[in-house]
């Protein structure tokens, strides 16, 4: 039975710490596919595509073919190419089903995503334990399961984008706990193989980790709500009126019902005569909501005016300029991540131990993204406490000693310069990022790889930020998917760019990395424009104060009636 959102807000603290370790567990496992690959060759999957010769070895001139195996099983080139073609269909899924994703949660709330995608990976886990039990018939399973993993594992993530709703002025910090969260689930499969490796059957690790997911099914279904969570702008979890004997059908609670009961009333007070004309009434000053007895005749069009539609988002500098951003910080850093290997054997002189190595620590360092996201989002976050909400409340505090009122910071303008802040700092360190894959130093690629898993906590959770800031909490899900589907596309340039690493440059990234160290350069347009966004806003706010100061009031009464 899915709670009420006021009983959700009431577990949002269980929900949050949850939501974290399901995605650390569950989201983008598929991310650490190195570890999985060795233990799918160990259990057999698709060994069937590789011959034994009738000698262990032969020699032709100087080649020597050696037959290899692990666990028992052959392992070939064949088996490699299927074995990564279905990690590709997988991990393909992590990002081109974000947009419907996003789009169907807009509409329909987390609750019956989440609960999909938890059972879509109890089924990919049961497949791939299924298929190891007999590969050389069920080796194509592995296909079906991927896909199922990485769909399953996109709605997790996505599901828990919404929860920080809840959290208000944290709401940064807590979407930059979430992506962090979902961008150190790499080490999952990581972790499962030291598990493997200490002899735990592979089935019995799956079916265990099946069970799990079905706890997150079962977590879900009891404690998120059908509803969409509302931003903090759109709700206020702490007014709690009951007017369940009004009767009333609209969908609207805590300070928007609130509002609409003493609108209501006020407007009862003024008598007759105005009702005679309703339009006036509808748009006067600092009347959002319709009066009730003529609210089928009048629309609210100042309140409509509020929310831009989808079209006007997606086409706006911030977005736009937010792909941008994010498109060469996602080429940048996944380059990176394919020609690691061929970069760190030309620094060792082709030391396959030296490369392990190095490679396990880059494994590892991945978990600095849940340690370090936050900081960014405590960066979106700064200061918002101290702003004015545009609530009556405010206006109505008594003034200081020395009579005069209090002066608090305009949310909007302080969310734009946080966001602005936030991306001047990410694209910095992509730079130094930059700058030290230039540098043939192997000690130095330590630098390299935290540089380069802080940037990837970074850049995901101040755009998730910076769209929970500016944009409707409606559109929150519909945006973020389509900035990740443009952004993966865009990131498939990073193929063509290996194959000239290894082709023309025989192997040698340095021209690469000078002209994707240029690219980067772009990022520092969003922070540009945020500057200029911000001066816009804090001219139409002074503009507005000194429109304000023309008006006096009457009747004794907060509201500005009149003018003069």
């Known amino acids: 039975m899915a709670p009420t959102l006021t009983t959700a807000h009431a577990r949002r603290w269980w929900m949050a710490v949850t939501a974290v370790i399901e995605n650390l567990l569950f989201s983008a496992v598929l991310l650490g596919w190195g570890s999985l690959l060795i233990m799918l060759k160990s259990e057999g ?96 399973l592995i296909f079906i399961a991927l896909s199922l993993n990485g769909f399953g594992g996109m709605c997790m993530t996505f599901t828990s984008l919404t929860l920080p709703n809840m959290f208000g002025d944290l709401r940064s910090t807590f979407i930059a706990l979430m992506i962090g969260s979902y961008a150190s689930s790499a080490v999952t499969f990581p972790g499962v193989k030291v598990i493997y490796d200490l002899g735990v059957t592979f089935i019995t690790i799956l079916l265990v980790w099946a069970a799990c997911s079905g706890l997150v099914f079962i977590n879900c279904f009891f404690n998120w709500p059908l509803e969409p969570f509302p931003g903090p702008e759109d709700m206020d979890y702490t007014v709690k009126i009951k007017f369940s004997w009004l009767g009333f059908d609209h969908k609207i609670t805590g300070k928007q019902f609130y509002k609409q009961v003493t609108t209501v009333g006020r407007r009862l007070s003024v008598g007759n005569s105005m009702k005679q004309h309703p339009k006036e009434l509808a748009t006067q000053e600092g009347n959002k909501l319709c009066l009730s007895t003529v609210d089928l005749e009048v629309k609210c069009q100042p309140q409509a005016e509020e929310t831009p539609s989808f079209m006007r988002s997606i086409f706006s500098p911030i977005f736009m300029l937010s792909l941008v951003t994010m498109c060469v910080t996602q080429l940048r850093l996944i380059f990176y991540m394919g020609a690691m290997n061929g970069i760190l054997e030309a620094l060792v002189d082709g030391n396959l131990d030296t490369v392990s190595l190095y490679t396990s620590i880059f494994g590892v360092l991945q978990l600095l993204c849940l340690l370090t996201a936050p900081v960014i989002g405590y960066i979106m976050d700064w200061k918002l406490k101290e702003c004015d909400d545009g609530s009556k409340e405010d206006d109505e505090k008594e003034p200081s000693k020395d009579g005069k009122q209090p002066k608090k910071r305009d949310r909007q303008i302080q969310k734009i310069t946080n966001a602005m802040r936030a991306f001047v700092f990410t694209n910095l360190l992509l730079v130094g990022f930059g700058v030290t ?71 040698d990234p340095l021209w690469v990395n000078v002209g994707l160290l240029g690219l980067s350069m772009l990022g520092f347009c969003l922070p540009l424009y945020l500057i200029y966004f911000r001066q816009q806003l804090q001219r139409q706010k002074k503009q507005k104060e000194e429109d304000a100061s023309l008006f006096v009031k009457i009747n004794g009464s907060n509201t500005q009636e009149a003018f003069i």
């Open 45 to 140: 999957f698709y060994a069937y595509l590789c011959h034994e010769p009738e000698t262990n070895s032969s020699v032709d001139g100087n080649t020597m073919d050696v037959v290899i195996r692990m666990n028992g099983w052959l392992i070939c080139k064949e088996q490699d190419e299927m074995l990564n073609l279905a990690f590709t269909v997988g991990s393909f899924l992590l990002s081109a089903i974000t947009l419907p994703l996003g789009i169907v949660m807009d509409k329909y709330g987390p609750r019956k995503l989440r609960l999909l995608g938890s059972a879509c990976f109890s089924v990919s886990c049961i497949l791939i334990a299924y298929g190891a039990s007999n590969p050389d018939s069920l080796s194509v």
């Open 437 to 507: 894959c230039l540098i043939p130093n192997l000690p130095l690629q330590i630098i390299s790889f935290i540089l380069h898993t802080v940037v990837r906590g970074f850049i995901h959770s101040g755009v998730g930020g910076l769209y929970a800031a500016v944009y409707p909490s409606t559109q929150f899900g519909s945006l973020t998917g389509m900035q990740s589907l443009i952004s993966a596309l865009f990131a498939l340039l990073q193929q063509p760019l290996f194959m000239a690493m290894m082709g023309p440059l025989e192997g």
